[in-house]
């Protein structure tokens, strides 16, 4: 009844959840991403490709603004091995549920 789910986030990957391919003979490819737009907005895209047979017989693009988060400080390293704190802005976390 229900089929595999692909999760992309844009912090740490594990093995488990990448896929080679997308199985093209009947599915739904689904891509997420959110951009930064500006110091307080987001803008997340949806992209749905429905696959049948191993064509894509529909694309839906959606694209909604959202609030920016803000900025974090963080501490990084540079390659002398000196530590430096910059500001980043925050990013969403992702959860998809299929029912």
């Not at 907005?41 to 894509?56: C, F, H, N, P």
């Not at 694209?63 to 920016?68: C, E, N, R």
Request: glycine share 6%; proline share 2%; with cysteine.
């Amino acid at each position: 009844m229900f089929g595999p789910l692909l999760l992309i986030s844009c912090g740490q990957k594990r093995s488990e959840d990448q896929v080679k391919a997308v199985d093209k003979n009947g599915s739904v490819e689904m891509k997420v991403a959110i951009s930064h737009l500006s110091d307080t907005l987001d803008v997340m895209k949806t992209e749905k490709i429905y696959w049948i047979q191993g064509k894509a017989v529909k694309t839906i693009v959606n694209l909604d603004t959202v609030p920016a988060l803000g900025t974090t400080n963080q501490v990084i390293q540079n390659s002398a091995g000196q530590d430096s704190t910059v500001t980043i802005k925050k990013n969403y976390q992702i959860f998809i549920t299929v029912l």
